[in-house]
Structure formats: C-alpha cells, structure tokens
C-alpha cells in the first residue's frame, strides 16, 4: 500500500480544516539545485498545484488557498514575471475546464487591475463559469499583498462612511471582515509553508490571527500528496484555544461535536 494510502487511513474526517492556505515557496532553489532556470522550478511547481487541488477536492477541503505571485514579486527580473505570468494563463486555459468539471470553484484574490487584460479576462471567464461549484473552492491570490487588502478595505470603508451608505459606529472586526477580498471565505485553520521559511511574507495578516502553521523544508516542486495529508494529521492532532483554557476548550467541543475532538 503506498504511503498516501496509509496516511488517508489515518485521516480524520470529522476534523478537516475548512481552509487550507499554503505559500508556495523554493521553486528557485529546487531549480539552482539541478542547474536549471528558475523558470523551470515555477513550471515543476505549477505540476504541484495541480495534483494538491485534485486531492484538497478528494478528500472534502471546503477552501484552499495558494499564494501564486506577490505585489512585492513585480520585483523581480522581467523575464522570470512573464514566464511566471504564462504559467498562470495556461494553468486556467489547460486546468479551467477540469475545474469546472469537477465542482470546483475558482477565486482569484489580489491587485488584479495590475494584470494583463488577458489574464484578467480569463481569470473572469473561469471565476464566473465556476461560481456555483459546492465543492472545493480554490483561492489563488496574485499580485497579493496582506497589507494592501487591509488598507484597500479602509479605503472603502471611508467611502463608505462619506457616502453616508455606513455609520462609522458600527465598525467593528466582523465589519471590517466583510470588506476584505475574503469577505465570503472562513479564515484559514492552516497555513502551510514550504522550504522552511518562516515567514507570512505579507500573505492573509487579517485571516491568520489564530492560524496553526506548518513549516515544512521541503521545496514546493518536491511538495507531494502524502505530505499534504501529512500537514493535516498533524494539524489534526494540535489543540487550538483561541484564547481559551483547555477545560473550556473541551466543554465547548463536546457541546458541538459530542465528543471532545483531541481523545
Ligand atoms: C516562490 O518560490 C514561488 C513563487 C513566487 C511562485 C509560485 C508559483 C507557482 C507554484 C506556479 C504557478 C502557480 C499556479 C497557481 C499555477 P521562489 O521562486 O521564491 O523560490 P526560492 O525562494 O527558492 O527562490
């Protein structure tokens, strides 16, 4: 039996996060390691992708969410953008379809006015032609940054309380929440990293306040299956207070699961 099978054996199903985020990182190195073009990392680590969103929608992942291109990485050599940029246009033209086919929706997240005309249209056409899919929803953010989103939603918001559409008294978290490009998705319950980094480099600093983490070194293009299941087992087995003691944490999971979830 292969180890994805035995790790799927151990998965508890009645504990999954609902939301999965993930920064993809070390394509670089996994290419310099072999001598190879950093393009040549992003194209293995773009395989990856593919094989994560089939098994986040196999095993019943609600959203999961993949940090794809940072406003900060407009920084890097022209070259290495655009071939990031076509990698992104033929993932929707060659993965859309699949997609769609199999009940997952697509949400793109991020400074999209930024992209080509192109690719935001046919980030529009997969986005739209998907809206209504119920199983997974996969979230890429591109040309993202944490900071940006919180300060686009302040933008709004005094617009908003300008315009007289909203009363500035009742802004609150779950408020302010709703104006961010995530307004309609749960935080996530984990954020993977790869290639050891421990860093948010600027990816969901509302939604993570009370995020678990799992810091693997593997290089994103060497990320696999098993090791994504790994993440969740191990996610599986913390025990997550939001601020909470742990007697009140088991009272309030027997209240809503019957059971308390860590026995
Ligand atoms: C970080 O590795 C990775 C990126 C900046 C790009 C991520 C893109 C993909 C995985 C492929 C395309 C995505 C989709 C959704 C189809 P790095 O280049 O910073 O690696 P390094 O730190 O080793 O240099």
Same mark, same amino acid.
């Given at each position: 039996?292969?180890?994805?099978?035995?790790?799927?054996?151990?998965?508890?199903?009645?504990?999954?996060?609902?939301?999965?985020?993930?920064?993809?990182?070390?394509?670089?190195?996994?290419?310099?390691?072999?001598?190879?073009?950093?393009?040549?990392?992003?194209?293995?680590?773009?395989?990856?992708?593919?094989?994560?969103?089939?098994?986040?929608?196999?095993?019943?992942?609600?959203?999961?969410?993949?940090?794809?291109?940072?406003?900060?990485?407009? &920084?890097? /050599? *022209?070259?290495? %953008?655009?071939?990031?940029?076509?990698?992104?246009? @033929? !993932?929707?033209?060659? +993965?859309?379809?699949?997609?769609?086919?199999?009940?997952?929706?697509?949400?793109?997240?991020?400074?999209?006015?930024?992209?080509?005309?192109?690719?935001?249209?046919?980030?529009?056409?997969?986005?739209?032609?998907?809206? &209504?899919? /119920? *199983?997974?929803? %996969?979230?890429?953010?591109?040309?993202?940054?944490? @900071? !940006?989103?919180?300060? +686009?939603?302040?933008?709004?918001?005094?617009?908003?309380?300008?315009?007289?559409?909203?009363?500035?008294?009742?802004?609150?978290?779950?408020?302010?929440?709703?104006?961010?490009?995530?307004?309609?998705?749960?935080?996530?319950?984990?954020?993977?990293?790869?290639?050891?980094?421990?860093?948010?480099?600027?990816?969901?600093?509302?939604?993570?306040?009370?995020?678990?983490?799992?810091?693997?070194?593997?290089?994103?293009?060497?990320?696999?299956?098993?090791?994504?299941?790994?993440?969740?087992?191990?996610?599986?087995?913390?025990?997550?207070?939001?601020?909470?003691?742990?007697?009140?944490?088991?009272?309030?999971?027997?209240?809503?699961?019957?059971?308390?979830?860590?026995?």
């Amino acid at each position: 039996m292969s180890e994805y099978s035995e790790l799927l054996k151990r998965l508890d199903r009645r504990d999954l996060p609902q939301h999965i985020a993930i920064i993809m990182d070390g394509n670089g190195r996994w290419a310099k390691k072999r001598h190879l073009t950093r393009v040549k990392g992003h194209e293995r680590g773009s395989k990856v992708v593919k094989y994560i969103v089939e098994t986040a929608a196999e095993i019943g992942i609600k959203v999961l969410s993949l940090y794809a291109f940072s406003k900060e990485n407009w &920084n890097r /050599p *022209k070259e290495e %953008v655009d071939a990031l940029m076509q990698l992104l246009h @033929r !993932y929707l033209l060659t +993965e859309g379809n699949n997609l769609i086919k199999n009940g997952i929706r697509l949400t793109v997240i991020g400074d999209l006015n930024s992209l080509s005309p192109k690719l935001r249209e046919l980030i529009t056409d997969v986005c739209e032609r998907s809206r &209504n899919n /119920p *199983k997974t929803r %996969v979230v890429i953010a591109l040309s993202y940054s944490g @900071r !940006y989103e919180i300060v +686009e939603a302040v933008k709004s918001i005094i617009k908003d309380v300008q315009s007289g559409s909203l009363d500035s008294s009742v802004i609150d978290e779950q408020m302010f929440n709703g104006y961010l490009f995530t307004k309609d998705i749960p935080d996530p319950d984990l954020l993977i990293r790869t290639s050891a980094e421990k860093r948010i480099s600027n990816f969901m600093l509302w939604q993570i306040a009370y995020t678990e983490l799992y810091i693997t070194k593997t290089l994103w293009p060497d990320f696999t299956k098993a090791e994504f299941l790994k993440a969740i087992i191990n996610f599986q087995k913390r025990e997550r207070r939001f601020g909470m003691t742990g007697d009140q944490l088991i009272t309030q999971q027997i209240k809503s699961h019957g059971y308390p979830l860590n026995e």
